[in-house]
């Protein structure tokens, strides 16, 4: 359930933010080796999956953007400072 939660939640922010879907970028927020950086992948989905479970789909999108969402926009400006992008 975590894992379906997590790419919901990726999907809607990269329409809104980036309005266009980039399949790269949610493989880089939904990959086991992003996630490995919280635990062990599949206990950090289940902890997302738990929360949506017991409190519905906005606490569990509270808690991607509290608990994953500040490390992945940090590497996300690294990754863009490596690849000269724009900020």
Do not use: C, W
Request: net charge positive; hydrophobic share 40%.
């Amino acid at each position: 359930m975590g894992d379906a939660v997590l790419s919901l939640y990726v999907r809607e922010k990269i329409l809104r933010e980036d309005r266009k879907v980039d399949g790269e970028k949610s493989v880089r927020m939904t990959s086991n080796q992003f996630l490995a950086a919280f635990g062990e992948p599949s206990e950090v989905e289940a902890a997302i999956g738990r929360v949506y479970t017991a409190d519905g789909l906005a606490a569990a999108f509270a808690l991607i953007e509290r608990q994953l969402l500040p490390t992945f926009e940090r590497q996300e400006e690294k990754r863009r400072k490596r690849l000269g992008l724009p900020q």
